[in-house]
């Protein structure tokens, strides 16, 4: 059984990549743009899922590596004109070097603390920047070329190709990762990290390796967003993408590999929806969509249908016998005379 539904899963997978390969061909450029801004932010959130839903690790730390893939690409364009292909590899290593000098120290913090520390090191980004214009653009931020499409290719439809090619090799990937056997024993670290130790887990390794998995992700996310956007600077990668990254991963399905899709469909379509009423509302769908995906289906979206399931096994296995009470009158007897005073009675 757990084979079938496995290579379900591997066709359902196929044929969805398939039938998004087509769409660029049929959409226009803005769609094409929004549906490739939904690729960029599933690889982010799919290096949060390895890092917080796998190994148990709470970071807000997204957005800032996501803007150092974004600035690493730009500096790279303007600078010494690199193609933007190459970018991409070269973002992502990047942030997985900065992602190794945040988790040396960071990750010996748990939790709360550890959650409290990359979200503070969210706010350094945007000064850090500015203090070096002429390479950064400083506040005005920098704008960089679009990439030129290929052959019969527009722009919007060669980029969205790219990234739909990028993210399927990013989501392969990681699910390899995790079923491997690299992911027990990251499931071990976030369930215990001294159980995990005791049986011979190395848990600051398998640790710093969900950070540093995370952390290229999110460069190579940020060099995509680069070439869809056309424009960084520092407000670009502000906390408010780091907090929308973390509740489109608990929405998705935390520690799922297909929640990153539906939790970035969520964070993208969230802001164009509420933008047509009141753009404040955002943050108020955000909220509440997190805390009732918390209460009500904490394995996500993704694993709503496993939920609904497992209730609906309750509700039908869970009913005890009812057991009639005793007459007033009976004096009190141990529950093994009950129980054969019962019996006789029925009898």
Do not use: C
């Not at 998004?20 to 803005?30: D, H, I, R, S, W």
């Not at 699910?175 to 159980?195: C, F, I, T, Y």
């Not at 997190?290 to 869970?318: D, H």
């Amino acid at each position: 059984m757990k084979a079938l539904r496995s290579h379900g899963a591997k066709l359902a997978a196929l044929v969805l990549v398939l039938v998004l390969a087509v769409v660029p061909f049929y959409e226009t450029p803005y769609n094409n743009n929004q549906i490739t801004l939904i690729f960029i932010f599933a690889m982010a959130i799919l290096g949060l899922n390895l890092l917080a839903g796998y190994t148990g690790q709470l970071s807000v730390a997204q957005s800032l590596l996501l803007g150092i893939g974004g600035y690493t690409a730009a500096i790279l364009v303007t600078e010494i004109e690199m193609p933007h292909l190459l970018t991409i590899p070269a973002a992502g290593f990047v942030a997985m070097f900065f992602g190794w000098l945040i988790a040396m120290p960071v990750l010996r913090l748990q939790g709360f603390y550890l959650m409290v520390v990359t979200l503070a090191l969210v706010f350094v980004l945007s000064p850090v920047v500015k203090e070096f214009p002429s390479v950064t653009g400083g506040p005005e931020g920098l704008l960089i070329d679009a990439p030129e499409g290929v052959g019969t290719l527009a722009t919007d439809q060669y980029v969205y190709l790219v990234a739909l090619a990028v993210g399927v090799l990013l989501f392969a990937l990681a699910a390899r990762l995790v079923n491997s056997a690299h992911g027990p024993a990251m499931k071990a670290v976030r369930d215990n990290e001294v159980v995990a130790e005791a049986i011979g887990i190395k848990t600051t390794r398998t640790k710093t390796g969900a950070f540093l998995f995370a952390s290229a992700f999110a460069g190579v996310a940020g060099s995509l967003y680069v070439q869809v956007i056309g424009y960084v600077s520092p407000d670009s990668f502000g906390i408010g993408l780091g907090l929308a990254l973390f509740a489109g991963a608990f929405i998705g399905g935390i520690g799922t590999i297909a929640g990153a899709l539906i939790g970035a469909t969520f964070v993208q379509v969230v802001p164009l929806l509420a933008g047509r009423t009141d753009a404040s509302l955002t943050g108020v769908i955000y909220g509440t969509a997190v805390i009732v995906s918390i209460m009500a289906f904490p394995e996500g979206l993704a694993g709503l249908g496993a939920t609904v399931n497992k209730r609906l096994r309750k509700r039908s296995t869970g009913t005890s016998p009812t057991v009639s009470p005793d007459p007033p009158t009976a004096p009190a007897a141990t529950p093994t005379t009950s129980i054969s005073s019962s019996r006789n009675e029925t009898r």
